[in-house]
Structure formats: structure tokens, C-alpha cells
């Protein structure tokens, strides 16, 4: 039967042992045709990625019934009447029951490493060598010193914004170590340690920040928001939630050109409320494309604490409500979002399916630098999260108890990574600016007259009021 739900042998392995969220309504009848899978205990092998989509789990399509199907009357072995409806066979009862808006527990959580950065009895995931492990660690340091610098250059006032990942580092890198080069990405903006991890230089980091000639966006967007065509990451988007339905497009591409690849869109808590996500869960769920929907559940949107935005059991449960095999998982354990990702990606690939991860964290800064965050959450509950659950040192305890780190390493890479930024932020900022004639290219192939018009009317304006505009843009 497993075969039905697997359309691999590696993804029938890791159907088996990964933790994804199965039926979880007891006595869910499988009145559809198709085959559902036996009740399947978590079990818990050594050195592999952990086991087992939970209890019935179905993997069919609910299929509608032929034309001379539709009188077909059966019975249940209990004795209940199954009709064909439009949508596949469903069976009377004679009780009046409501599902409930809530399960009696919240959907349990998925992690490798306790707090003490040991890896949990009998805990099962995808193995990482040593030299992965040690980049993967080296990455998230560079993410977090990248952020302490460029947030300290904004307020130095040397660039106008910033936005850091903070707390969120683990995600950032892991999930990026999991995927491969061919996989699109399609992120909010709190992910720059995807780009970062497929080859982003601090100095390409820098050049957007600062808008210079050497931006790929040309100076035309605010800071933070990179994108490479070369690396498959789309360029942020700050208009909440649009990049998923982008990601099921491009999946749905990927999947019409049979490649070995998927595509990956990362999002907020805030962005589960917006249409989009809706519209792009049902959309990928209905049309079988390769997508993970990657959730940093990080407690907060801006100032709308998750309590505010959700009566859902978070953001997990909802891919079940459009058929979509989902799991929760601790956004602070590297180990435990690499191992997800990675099983999350060959089932999306080989089964040509969505996938939804919850990654439950904290987003440890301000939203952004145009936020405080303090006016609005207590300053022990930022603290907290900011020591005691620091994914970094919890996968530093990891690593450097496998032997493979020292505290003369730790000192090393910091010195190292802080002066190449502290170097790729003087060369940005002394870099000239794009010419003003740029600000009016790359939309249309041939400027309107509406632009041109505009165009004119700008250097009129600059040359009537030239100093309320920056001297350094070649006009
Ligand atoms: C459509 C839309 N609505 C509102 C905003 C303003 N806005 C920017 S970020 C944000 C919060 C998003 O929170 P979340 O998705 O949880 O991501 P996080 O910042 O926590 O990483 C809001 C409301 C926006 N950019 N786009
Ligand atoms: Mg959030």
C-alpha cells in the first residue's frame, strides 16, 4: 500500500520515518476507493532521517464517480449507506457531529537537539558529514554578524534600512544546506541565508544594501531586497504573501518540464492570513507540483502577536484542510530542519506534491529598523530567546562535541567574516550610484511617453532644487 502513497523507494523510506502530519481524526473512514495506509508507529532507527507519515494517512485523490456509477449504492461494514457525490463516495451516518474547530492537543513539534544542544534519545535524522556540519555552522555566524553590521551601518546612518533574521538563523541556513542549486527559491525577506548559502558574496550582500551601481536591482529597491537570477532566488517582494503562488507557477513549470528540482517559498505567520496563501495552497495541492511552503512561524508580524493571528493551531493544520502532507518542526534545531527539508524535497519531487513545514521560532529583532519592538513585547521574553534558545550556540554545543569546533576556530571566523564586511562595506559605499537615466529602464522595452515625460520632469525639478537631492547620482 505504501507504494500507492510513494512514488520511490527513497521517498516511500522517508514517507515511513519522517514525523508528517497524517489523518488525525480517529475513525476518518476511507469511503473514497482508494487505498489508505495502516496505522504506522514512529519508529525510531539510528542514523537515519526519522520515520513515519502518522497514522491513516490517505495519498489518493477523493475521485469523482463515473456517469453509471452515480445510482451505485454500497454499504459500510457497519451498516452506513455510501453515495456517489461529485468529489467521490461519501457515507450517511445517522449522528448529528461537528467537527471540532480544535483538536484536543496542538500538533506536536519535530527536533533532533535538546536545548543543550544534544542530539535526543533514540532521535533520528538525515546524517550531515563533518564538513557540511561545519559549513552549515560557519554560515550561520556569517548571517549573524552580516546582520549586527549592516544593522549597526543603518544606524550609523551610512543605509537607509535594514531588517534582520535574527533567531532565525537555523532556518535560514539548514533549509538552504537541504536543497540543491536546481531548486527555486521564492523568499519573503527574512531569508537572505538561502542566498547567502548558494554563493551571494558579502560584497553582492552590500552593494544592494548601499544601491550602488553594482546592485542588480540598480539602487531601485530599498535594502534587503536581493534576488539572483543566477542563483534561482527571486528578488524580495515586500507586498506580503504574493511569492506563493509565484513558487507554485514556477513548481507547476518544473513539473511540466520534468525536472529533478522543486520550488521553495518561504513566508511568515503574518503571511498565512493573506489570500494568497490560500489561493496558492489549494491551487498546488489540486494541481500536484513539486513546492514546499516553507512557514517561519516567529511569533509575530510586526506587532500582531500569533495569538492575534490565529484561531488555527498555527499554520500546520491548515495543509491538511487542502490536502497537503504537512509537518511542525523546531525552527531553532539545525539538525531537525535540514533532516525535514531534505525529506520534504524528495517527497515534493518524486511524488510531484506540495508540502507545508511550520517552523516554529522567534524573530529575536525589531521587525525591522523602522520597529521597537519593546513597545510592544517584554523585554525578558526577547532576551530569553535571544541566550537560552540561540540556534546557533545550540548547534555550536553539536558540532563542537562531535569534536569538530574549537573556541580558537569560533574567535578565527569571527575575526575573518567581520573584516571582509567590514571591507565590502567600504567598497560599496565609495561605489558610485546608478545614473538617474536608469531609474526609467527594465520595465518596458521601449520607454513610454508617460516616462519620458516624467524623466524630463525630474531633471527639471533636480536642476531647479538640486540641494534636496543626493550629489552622488550621476545624472
Ligand atoms: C500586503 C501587505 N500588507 C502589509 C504589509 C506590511 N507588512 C510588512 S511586514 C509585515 C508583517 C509580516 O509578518 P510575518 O509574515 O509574520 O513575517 P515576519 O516579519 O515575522 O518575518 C507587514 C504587515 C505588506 N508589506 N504587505
Ligand atoms: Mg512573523
Not at 533574521?165 to 537541504?178: L, M, R, Y
Not at 548558494?198 to 548601499?210: I, K, M, P, S, V
Request: net charge neutral; aromatic share 10%; charged share 25%.
Amino acid at each position: 500500500m505504501a507504494g500507492r502513497l510513494a512514488g520511490s523507494r527513497a521517498a516511500r523510506e522517508l514517507a515511513r520515518r519522517m514525523g508528517f502530519m497524517g489523518s488525525f481524526r480517529a475513525g476518518l473512514s476511507n469511503v473514497g476507493g482508494g487505498p489508505s495506509l495502516p496505522v504506522e508507529i514512529c519508529r525510531r532507527d539510528a542514523g537515519g532521517v526519522s520515520p513515519c507519515i502518522s497514522s491513516r494517512v490517505t495519498a489518493r485523490r477523493f475521485g469523482t464517480a463515473g456517469a453509471d456509477e452515480i445510482e451505485a449504492r454500497e454499504c459500510e461494514s457497519n451498516g452506513n449507506q455510501v453515495v456517489n457525490f461529485p468529489g467521490g463516495k461519501v457515507a450517511f451516518v445517522a449522528e448529528m457531529e461537528f467537527l471540532a474547530e480544535l483538536l484536543k492537543e496542538r500538533i506536536n513539534c519535530y527536533r533532533v537537539l535538546d536545548d543543550d544542544g544534544r542530539t535526543i534519545s533514540g532521535s533520528s535524522f538525515k546524517e550531515v558529514s563533518k564538513e557540511m556540519a561545519l559549513e552549515m555552522y560557519s554560515g550561520m555566524v556569517t548571517l549573524q554578524t552580516m546582520d549586527t553590521i549592516f544593522y549597526e551601518a543603518q544606524r550609523q546612518g551610512r543605509i537607509s534600512f535594514y531588517l534582520t533574521t535574527i533567531g532565525e538563523e537555523a532556518i535560514n541556513i539548514a533549509s538552504a544546506a537541504a536543497l540543491t542549486m536546481d531548486d527555486v527559491v521564492f523568499p519573503q525577506y527574512r531569508e537572505p541565508g538561502i542566498l547567502l548559502w548558494r554563493g551571494f558574496t558579502l560584497q553582492e550582500f552590500a552593494n544592494q544594501c548601499f544601491g550602488n551601481k553594482y546592485d542588480y536591482g540598480k539602487g531601485r529597491q530599498m535594502p534587503i531586497h536581493y534576488g539572483s537570477n543566477k542563483l534561482n532566488y527571486f528578488t524580495v517582494s515586500s507586498p506580503i504573501a504574493t511569492q506563493i503562488p509565484h513558487a507554485v507557477g514556477a513548481a507547476y513549470s518544473l513539473k511540466m518540464e520534468g525536472k529533478q528540482a522543486c520550488a521553495v517559498t518561504y513566508f511568515g505567520d503574518g503571511g498565512t492570513s493573506e489570500g494568497d496563501f490560500h489561493a496558492a495552497l489549494n491551487f498546488a495541492a489540486v494541481m500536484e507540483v513539486p513546492v514546499i511552503f516553507f512557514c517561519r512561524n516567529n511569533g509575530w508580524a510586526i506587532s500582531t502577536p500569533t495569538s492575534e493571528q490565529f484561531r488555527s493551531d498555527g499554520a500546520v493544520v491548515r495543509g491538511q484542510a487542502y490536502g497537503i502532507r504537512s509537518i511542525r518542526i523546531d525552527g531553532n534545531d539545525a539538525l531537525a530542519v535540514y533532516s525535514a527539508v531534505h525529506a520534504a524535497r524528495e517527497m515534493a519531487i518524486s511524488e510531484s506534491r506540495p508540502i507545508l513545514i511550520e517552523a516554529l521560532t522567534y524573530r529575536v529583532g525589531h521587525h525591522s529598523t523602522s520597529d521597537d519592538s519593546t513597545k510592544y513585547r517584554p523585554v525578558h521574553e526577547i532576551e530569553h530567546w535571544r541566550t537560552a534558545r540561540d540556534p546557533i550556540s545550540r548547534y555550536r554545543k553539536w558540532v563542537q562535541r562531535n569534536g569538530w569546533w574549537s573556541d580558537e576556530n569560533e574567535t578565527e571566523l569571527r575575526k575573518n567574516v567581520k573584516k571582509e564586511l567590514m571591507n565590502a562595506i567600504q567598497i560599496s559605499e565609495r561605489a558610485e550610484k546608478p545614473p538617474l537615466s536608469e531609474l526609467f529602464t527594465d520595465v518596458y522595452d521601449v520607454p513610454t511617453s508617460n516616462l519620458r515625460e516624467q524623466e524630463a520632469l525630474l531633471r527639471q525639478t533636480i536642476q531647479r532644487h538640486r540641494e534636496d537631492y543626493p550629489p552622488d547620482v550621476p545624472l
